[in-house]
């Protein structure tokens, strides 16, 4: 299996500030076909989760420019600028290149 | 708007079987693969099964394998998950959701609640 591996496990943020969550996969995510299934997650307080970006960096429909996906092949990032009180949550990496599809453990996004 | 709705969780006993349901509206059902995904209390997500658009292939974890069978019904719009031989570490919250040809999970339902326990 696929073990994704997020860093840090929380992550303190003030309002309006920067931040980078990390996303570490034991086997290269690029799959046959030429394509990279990583997807980002956010899971707020008491809510399904949520789709935030797919395919490494495509954010997905009304999902603010705040935020962006980057990386390649076993190491990606999402960055989140000008952070909001509606950005606070648990961040999960997943991805969908080989079955059994898996998650990290996930980031908790919480004010400082 | 999508609306994923899923039904039939409940408390059960190790060993027994439970039925859940996930009912699909506001878009074309059939076009879509679909999976389910739990969360243990207080864990992180889990991919269970995925079946395919016309129900022609499914996959599953090998935890559940032989255990549970993903099925759907696409003229009524709905998703399935039977689950057979039920364990205690198949307590979690129960999630379906839609996987686009991405493979990511692009709405998810509110979830149903599984408790397996004597």
């Known amino acids: 299996d696929v073990l994704m591996t997020q860093t840090p496990v929380s992550l303190p943020v003030s309002l309006g500030g920067q931040v980078s969550i990390s996303c570490r996969s034991s086997q290269s995510l690029v799959h046959n076909n030429g394509n990279t299934y990583l997807s980002w997650y956010i899971q707020k307080p008491s809510q399904s989760p949520q789709l935030l970006i797919y395919k490494v960096s495509n954010r997905f429909s009304g999902i603010s420019d705040r935020f962006s996906g980057s990386g390649s092949g076993t190491d990606f990032t999402l960055k989140i600028s000008r952070v909001e009180p509606d950005d606070l949550g648990v961040y999960y990496c997943g991805q969908g290149t080989q079955y059994p599809y898996t998650f990290g453990a996930g980031t908790k996004l919480e004010l400082k | 708007e999508v609306q994923l709705v899923e039904s039939g969780g409940g408390l059960v006993q190790p060993g027994r079987s439970l039925k859940l349901s996930c009912a699909a509206s506001g878009f074309t059902f059939s076009d879509y693969n679909m999976a389910w995904v739990r969360q243990a209390p207080k864990k992180g997500l889990e991919w269970v099964a995925t079946?395919?658009?016309?129900?022609?292939?499914?996959y599953y974890r090998d935890s559940v394998k032989g255990r549970f069978t993903i099925s759907r019904d696409n003229a009524k719009s709905t998703l399935y998950l039977q689950m057979d031989s039920l364990r205690s570490e198949d307590t979690a919250t129960y999630y379906c959701a839609t996987l686009n040809y991405y493979s990511s999970y692009t709405h998810w339902g509110q979830g149903v609640m599984v408790t397996v326990s004597s």
């Open positions: 079946i395919i658009y016309d129900g022609s292939r499914t």
